[in-house]
């Protein structure tokens, strides 16, 4: 089992990560932004008074300070050198400000968006999924289905819109933007906390409304396979009860698809939520890496992408590794 | 009963999460001032180092808490001083410049300001890589120093006539830093300077890591401050800068009143003009926007590429627009026409573009041994005209309908663009598309950023329209990489900026035409570091030595400069339109007398330094 199925894994894993760390070091340089340039006209955008006879020493300068020069290879083995430090270098458009701190200040707003929208829906989309191929023919079932088929279709960005005029201008309940109120010291405070719900429900229903139905469909597809397996048609024959049935029977079968859905998803969280991060002014990862891929901020776009890289790869590797757990097919095969 | 139990928690909890009340921490709203955020989040909040110039600028701190010398405001022309006491003083050969600053100003913890902070400004620039003055200090400063503790020397490497420039605020200088704060720091570039310690009127009190708000408190020694000197108490006790998202957002919160100072688009200013009855533009009617501003937007050509490098290709395509038209489509007339490469702004109107007035209106272009006047100085009333028409109301005299739009621009002449184009060996094909003299199609691209709300964006789509009624097959095409395109001259055309932004202070235009003097040219591939147009003259030069050879303030720039404006419009290197239109929404609610078109009395901007001298003139209405 070990040589079979794991060692294979670890190997694979690695030159995942390795593939990833090289491409993510690539990419940004075939970027037609330049990160020196970016800066100066951000300079200039921002009224500073540039001579055009400095303009060329910065450039200069700004070119050394970002350590830009030598050639590809030199700055890819630095690259390397710096992430086995844990060093991912400094930002280019927050200079000096390191790669890091930015990811660190944006990444607990992402996560705790990301994780807790995805465990919701997750939950109340597999669950339901679950039930309406448990009960087909109970109302209830099919009105739920009838809801989230007519849900899911919709674009995002109107659901979220229409939350946020909803909620925060028609009736303003909550508030337009931010993450915490104003004057709420930051910490494990019950101020803090409520705070942080009070501007966090808008974003994190929108995504909840909508992911819903992926994680609805999913389980609805694969358990109505399983509902006509011979086991399943077994219990009922045998009277077992319709609770043991519904849940030992058919959901922890067709779980397992929506586990590894599940796992991928929460790698793909360091990649942020663009969009409910601009609709709501909710700070987070998705902005950053946006306005760092306009800016052509090649470390930062590698520090984001790093993450990414890392965190869906060993979602994956910690799928596989807990499949043979929860799949005994996969155990004896 | 275990139900009940549970349901009860909920209903508390969530009347916990919903209650404002409860959470809220925020100073009182009638005595805050709350202005938005205008270039969006802030990236790094918790730095407020903007020496090192990585640092937004626009989180409230030059407004409120750092200070410069000097500051220029546009509305009135006037050089404004701040720490300084009195404008430069310049040897007679340039090589000197004294400044002798103000004194009785404190720093916000309590320590005199002195010319030792000036020195050390400038010292500490120098030798730290990074800040944004170290290579122009570095290229010009030979020696800094005080005489005594209020007068800063100057000595420099080279004759500079305008050194002081590097100070003069416009919306970017080097402002001064505390000595006292600074000189503890290892590494001035790392340096967080947080909280920020400055001379001006306010202090920090709170900011949100996520960047999206910053609240600053009046001090209460404010006037130990310029500003207390100069124009009294601030009005509000707390001013907050806030970004809740793109302008429908703004215009949300506007007319919920959580917005006092918004910028906004047309559309969006439309919407809370008719949803909140205590909102205002910048005019209470039309044309709403704040039209005199110091820069010209339109377009620049790149006169190195065929055909644009022919001039009178340029003039045929100045000719085939209609201003007016473009005007309306894409400002729905709300524009201040700037043919002459000069800004429209009120003090410019009577330095350049009254003098010039009578040169535009005889101005003519020779085709075929004909001469033609070109310049419509009616325009402007056309304009007034079609507003009325349209239902709005506009001023009736000719100095205000003058203020409102301009002097002119050229008339709309295809016949004349016809001629023009059939002189230099084009023709036009059997669909009556243009074609180029070797007879392929002639296809025009104008690169423009993506932004919708841009001048750039909007009237590279207007241009592209009207050229392609013209026959030419034109496409706007907007991209993240402007920067890039224009840099190494990858472009045809750009919508965007035709000339350099001047101080609009003054009588001084050096700052906005010396970029095209040809010491500054590169050809294309190579980076720019001149104007984007690529344009080039030898007349120019020499115009542009000679204000260097000039004081700031001699009257002598105004006719030099106005020489370069004339070899501007000859050569046309770009669409010269017209200043850039601003569309600010005022919510009048909490707080009254804004600068506005009916009462200029500064820099209306909450963005730009000259914020904090708006404060003291601001009146609370009083409501709660």
């Known amino acids: 089992m070990l040589k079979k199925y794991y060692i294979p894994r670890l190997i694979q894993y690695f030159t995942v990560v390795f593939i990833g760390l090289t491409l993510v070091f690539v990419i940004p340089r075939l970027l037609p932004s330049n990160p020196v340039e970016s800066q100066l006209s951000r300079m200039m955008a921002q009224g500073q008074y540039l001579d055009p006879a400095a303009i060329e020493q910065i450039r200069e300068t700004l070119q050394q300070l970002y350590g830009l020069e030598g050639g590809m290879f030199q700055q890819y083995i630095s690259y390397f050198k710096r992430l086995f430090t844990g060093d991912l270098g400094p930002s280019f458009t927050q200079f000096p400000t390191p790669v890091m701190t930015l990811i660190k200040q944006s990444l607990p707003w992402t996560v705790g968006l990301l994780l807790v929208s995805l465990t919701i829906s997750w939950l109340i989309g597999t669950i339901l999924g679950g039930i309406r191929v448990s009960f087909p023919h109970s109302r209830l079932a099919r009105l739920i289905e009838l809801v989230i088929m007519g849900v899911r279709p919709i674009p995002y960005y109107i659901v979220a819109l229409v939350l946020l005029i909803l909620f925060a201008f028609l009736v303003p309940v909550f508030p337009m933007a931010g993450g915490y109120s104003m004057g709420v010291k930051i910490g494990f405070n019950a101020r803090f906390i409520l705070s942080l719900l009070r501007h966090a429900f808008l974003p994190v229903l929108s995504m909840v409304i909508i992911e819903i139905g992926g994680w609805f469909l999913q389980m609805r597809n694969v358990a109505s396979n399983i509902i006509e397996e011979d086991y399943v048609v077994y219990a009922e024959a045998s009277g077992l009860p319709k609770a043991k049935i519904v849940f030992m029977y058919i959901m922890r079968n067709a779980i397992i698809p929506q586990i590894t859905g599940f796992a991928l998803n929460l790698g793909f969280i360091f990649g942020g939520a663009l969009i409910t991060e601009i609709v709501f002014a909710y700070p987070g990862m998705g902005y950053l890496l946006y306005s760092a891929i306009l800016a052509g901020d090649y470390n930062l776009i590698m520090g984001i992408n790093v993450f990414s890289i890392i965190g869906v790869s060993t979602a994956m590797l910690v799928v596989d590794l807990v499949y043979p757990l929860l799949d005994p097919r996969v155990r004896y095969s | ?624």
């Open chain 2, 1 to 624: 009963m275990r139900s009940k139990s549970v349901l009860l928690l909920l209903v508390v909890g969530f009347c916990l999460v919903f209650s404002s009340v409860l959470l809220a921490a925020e100073p009182p709203r009638h005595e805050t001032l709350i202005a938005d955020i205008l270039t969006g989040k802030v990236g790094n909040p918790g730095n407020f180092n903007f020496w090192a110039t990585w640092v937004g600028n626009d989180k409230g701190l030059q407004q409120l808490v750092i200070d410069p010398l000097w500051m220029a405001d546009y509305v009135t022309g006037e050089m404004i001083n701040v720490l300084a006491k009195e404008n430069p003083i310049y040897s007679e050969d340039f090589t000197t410049m004294t400044v002798k600053l103000r004194e009785g100003i404190y720093w916000n913890d309590g320590v005199p300001f002195t010319a030792d902070d000036v020195v050390y400004t400038v010292e500490l620039s120098m030798a730290t890589p990074g800040f944004g003055y170290h290579t122009q200090f570095n290229q010009y400063v030979e020696k800094v120093y005080k005489t005594d503790d209020y007068t800063v020397i100057f000595e420099l490497k080279q004759p500079n006539s305008r050194f002081h420039y590097q100070f003069l605020d416009r919306w970017g200088a080097c402002r001064i830093l505390p000595k006292h704060v600074f000189e503890q720091v290892e590494d001035p570039l790392s340096f967080q300077f947080n909280p920020p310690v400055g001379t001006g009127p306010y202090k920090l009190v709170d900011y949100d890591l996520g960047g999206y708000w910053f609240l600053y408190e009046l001090r209460e020694d404010w006037e130990r401050t310029a500003t207390g000197m100069l124009y009294g108490k601030p009005a509000p006790k707390y001013v907050k800068f806030m970004y809740v998202g793109d302008a429908s957002k703004k215009a949300m919160a506007m007319i919920n009143h959580e917005l006092d100072m918004a910028d906004l688009t047309p559309e969006s200013l439309e919407v809370v003009l008719s949803r909140n009855e205590y909102a205002s533009g910048y005019y209470k009617d039309f044309p709403w926007a704040e039209l005199l501003h110091p820069c010209v937007t339109g377009a620049a050509f790149n006169t190195l590429v065929y055909p644009f490098d022919n001039p009178e290709v340029r003039w045929a395509l100045n000719l085939a627009l209609d201003a007016k038209n473009l005007a309306l489509t894409a400002y729905n007339g709300a524009v201040a026409f700037a043919p002459a490469y000069i800004p429209a702004l009120l003090p410019y109107y009577e330095l350049y573009y009254e003098r010039m007035l009578p040169y535009l209106e005889e101005y003519t272009l020779e085709i075929d041994g004909e001469e033609y006047k070109i310049f419509n100085s009616n325009l402007p009333f056309e304009m007034a005209e079609e507003a009325r028409r349209r239902g709005y109301d506009v001023p009736e005299t000719e100095e205000e309908i003058r203020i409102m739009f301009g002097y002119g621009w050229w008339k709309h002449s295809p016949e004349l663009a016809e001629k023009l184009l059939l002189k230099n060996g084009f023709t036009r094909g059997r669909d009556g598309k243009w074609l180029l003299p070797d007879g392929t199609p002639w296809k025009i691209e104008i690169v423009c950023l993506t932004a919708a709300t841009n001048p750039s964006f909007k009237w590279a789509f207007a241009i592209a329209n009207q050229w392609s009624a013209f026959g030419i097959d034109c496409e706007a095409i907007p991209t993240e990489v402007v920067e890039s395109l224009t840099e190494t001259g990858d472009y045809q055309v750009v919508g965007g900026q035709p000339a350099a932004e001047p101080f609009g202070a003054g009588i001084d235009l050096y700052r906005g035409l010396n970029v095209f003097h040809s010491q500054y040219w590169k050809p294309i591939g190579e980076k720019l570091v001149g104007h984007q147009s690529r344009w080039v003259n030898e007349e120019i030069d020499y115009f542009i030595d000679q204000m260097e050879q000039t004081d700031y303030s001699d009257p002598k720039n105004i006719e030099l400069a106005i020489e370069v404006a004339k070899r501007l419009i000859d050569g046309q290197p770009g669409v010269s339109l017209a200043s850039f239109p601003g569309f600010m929404g005022l919510d009048n609610y909490y707080w009254t007398n804004y600068p506005t078109g009916d009462n200029p009395y500064a820099v209306p901007w909450y963005h730009w330094p000259n914020f904090k001298f708006v404060l003291p003139f601001l009146q609370p209405t009083g409501r709660h």
